[in-house]
């Protein structure tokens, strides 16, 4: 995919925060619909240039001090966009980076077609062996040192040819300790738990795929699902 722009310039710096960008910036940005409501940001989809896109924009955080909460939107933000651009010079499946701004706490995307891996197993389009390529995607995405922080099937997308992509990297952080690989996991294991039940052995299969895609790179796939296992005991014991 290309990359129109990459934190080099801003069409839009400046400007009002971007909740209104379809009124205020045609034809640059056309505001389609909201994507997404969460507590970390608001998403929409549009298109930037005739292109289709997608705008992220940072929820500020009302009991934070102003200077605070911009100072740890533009750090959050920055680590996205550090991840993003690692992820997009090694071919990772992940979205690309059009545009961004950092002082506003928005950033512009490129639009994955396809629908999430969570509504593709709840319409039985999806089955255990999308779990075990996503196992693998994982794995891949580890190894990049980088870990993802909000691992559902909610931030994975499947395209027509069952191609997966993985979104919404705002939680990431790059070169993570052992304990953010293992919660990656954990996180994925508890919404299989929660909203694939009827898939039997999901996280099995996942953590097949995730052995099997490894290489020599530290810390070893053993060593991270040791740790996720870990993790799932704290977990049950606290129950």
């Known amino acids: 995919m290309r990359i129109r722009s990459l934190v080099r310039f801003n069409l839009f710096q400046g400007m009002s925060p971007p909740i209104h960008m379809a009124n205020e910036l045609l034809p640059i940005w056309q505001q389609s619909k909201m994507l997404h ?23 500020p955080r009302s009991y934070r001090h102003p200077d605070l909460d911009r100072r740890l939107t533009r750090q959050r933000l920055s680590v996205e966009v550090r991840v993003l651009t690692k992820l997009h010079s090694t071919n990772f499946s992940s979205p690309s980076i059009l545009d961004v701004d950092f002082d506003k706490g928005w950033i512009l995307l490129s639009y994955i077609e396809g629908k999430t891996l969570y509504e593709s197993l709840l319409c039985g389009e999806s089955d255990l062996d999308q779990i075990r ?72 299969t996942l953590i097949d795929g995730y052995i099997s895609s490894c290489s020599n790179f530290a810390p070893s796939g053993n060593e991270v699902i040791a740790r996720f296992n870990a993790i799932r005991g704290r977990v049950r014991y606290h129950a």
């Open 133 to 204: 390529k996503l196992g693998g995607l994982i794995r891949e995405m580890h190894e990049l040192g980088i870990s993802h922080g909000d691992l559902t099937t909610h931030n994975v997308i499947i395209s027509n040819e069952g191609a997966l992509t993985l979104i919404d990297f705002g939680l990431s952080k790059i070169v993570p300790e052992i304990e953010q690989l293992g919660l990656d996991l954990q996180v994925l294991n508890e919404c299989l738990n929660a909203s694939h039940h009827e898939y039997k052995g999901a996280i099995d």
């Open 37 to 59: 409501q969460g507590a970390e940001a608001i998403v929409f989809s549009g298109h930037w240039m005739g292109e289709k896109a997608v705008l992220k924009i940072r929820n």
